[in-house]
C-alpha cells in the first residue's frame, strides 16, 4: 500500500517506519503538527525528523505550520481544563495528592483536548494523501504510551472516512521502550514534553510526580530496614 505516515518526531517515527516496511507498505513520512510550541521546537524536531528520513531513504513532506489556528481550536478546550487539573496547581490538589500520572494530568478531562489536537493534525494528513495519490494513512501517535490510544484510532478513522482512504491503526506502544533505546544510541535530539504549551507545564509536573514517588519508596523502604 502505497502510505502516508504522520508523524511528530523522529524518535517516534523509527520503529513504525521500520514495521510497516517489514510489513510490505511504501511508506513516505508527513510532519503536520501545529501543536508544536514555540516555533523554535517545532523547527528542531522537523531537523532531526529531516535527518532520519534521508538516513532511511524515506519521502518527507511538511504540513502547513499555523500555530494560531491550534490556540483558536484547541487551546480554548485547554484553557477551561486547567482549573481542573492537578498538574497546573488545581485546588482539589491541595487535599488530595494525586495517586497516578493519569490522575496528576486530570486524564478524563485531557483527552477533549488531546482529541482536537489529534483531529486538525489528522485532518490535515487525510487531506494531504488524498491530493496526492496515497491508498492509506497511519500515524506514529501511536508510539507513545501517554497518548490515548483509543482516540488516536478513532480520530484516523474519522479522518479517513469518506476519501477512500484506509485508515491504517496499529498499537506501536509495545515497541516504545525500543524507539525510546534506538533514539538514544543514534543521537536522536528527544523531546520532554509531547508538543503544546499546556504538555509543557503537565510534563514537568510528571517529572516532579515520579520522583517524588521514587523518594517516597527509597524512605519507605529504609524505614522498614532500619
Keep these: 500500500m502505497k502510505l502516508l505516515l504522520h508523524t511528530c518526531c523522529a524518535p517516534c517515527a523509527i520503529m513504525p517506519?521500520?514495521?510497516?516496511r517489514d510489513a510490505g507498505h511504501d511508506i513516505s513520512l508527513f510532519y503536520a503538527n501545529s501543536n508544536?510550541?514555540?516555533?523554535?521546537?517545532?523547527?528542531k524536531r522537523?531537523?532531526?525528523l529531516s535527518t532520519y528520513a534521508q538516513r532511511e531513504d524515506l519521502p518527507l513532506a511538511e504540513?502547513?505550520?499555523?500555530?494560531?489556528?491550534?490556540?483558536?481550536?484547541?487551546?480554548?478546550?485547554?484553557?477551561?481544563?486547567?482549573?481542573?487539573?492537578?498538574?497546573?496547581g488545581a485546588q482539589e490538589a491541595e487535599s488530595h495528592a494525586a495517586q497516578s500520572?493519569?490522575?496528576?494530568?486530570?486524564?478524563?478531562?485531557?483527552a477533549e483536548r488531546c482529541r482536537l489536537c489529534y483531529r486538525l493534525r489528522l485532518e490535515e494528513a487525510a487531506a494531504f494523501a488524498c491530493e496526492n495519490g496515497f491508498e492509506g494513512l497511519a500515524t506514529t501517535l501511536a508510539v507513545s504510551p501517554y497518548q490515548f490510544?483509543?482516540?488516536?484510532?478513532?480520530?484516523?478513522?474519522?479522518?479517513?472516512?469518506?476519501?477512500?482512504?484506509?485508515?491504517?491503526?496499529?498499537?506501536?506502544?509495545?515497541?516504545?521502550?525500543?524507539?525510546?533505546?534506538?533514539?538514544?544510541?543514534?543521537?536522536?535530539?528527544?523531546?520532554?514534553?509531547?508538543?503544546?504549551?499546556?504538555?509543557?507545564?503537565?510534563?514537568?509536573?510528571t517529572r516532579a510526580w515520579v520522583k517524588a514517588q521514587r523518594k517516597a519508596r527509597k524512605a519507605a523502604a529504609k524505614a522498614k530496614t532500619a
Excluded at 517506519?17 to 510497516?20: C, K, N, Q
Excluded at 494560531?68 to 480554548?76: C, R, S, T
Excluded at 500520572?101 to 485531557?110: A, I
Design 17 to 20: 517506519t521500520h514495521l510497516l
Design 46 to 48: 522537523l531537523c532531526e
Design 63 to 88: 504540513g502547513h505550520y499555523d500555530p494560531q489556528l491550534w490556540e483558536d481550536l484547541v487551546a480554548p478546550i485547554g484553557e477551561s481544563l486547567k482549573d481542573y487539573s492537578p498538574a497546573f
Design 149 to 205: 490510544g483509543d482516540i488516536c484510532a478513532e480520530e484516523l478513522a474519522r479522518a479517513c472516512e469518506g476519501t477512500g482512504l484506509e485508515p491504517l491503526w496499529q498499537d506501536f506502544t509495545p515497541y516504545y521502550g525500543d524507539a525510546t533505546r534506538i533514539s538514544r544510541e543514534l543521537g536522536m535530539y528527544r523531546q520532554n514534553y509531547c508538543g503544546c504549551r499546556f504538555s509543557v507545564k503537565e510534563a514537568e509536573a
Design 101 to 110: 500520572v493519569s490522575e496528576l494530568l486530570d486524564d478524563e478531562r485531557r
Design 36 to 43: 508544536i510550541a514555540p516555533a523554535a521546537e517545532y523547527q
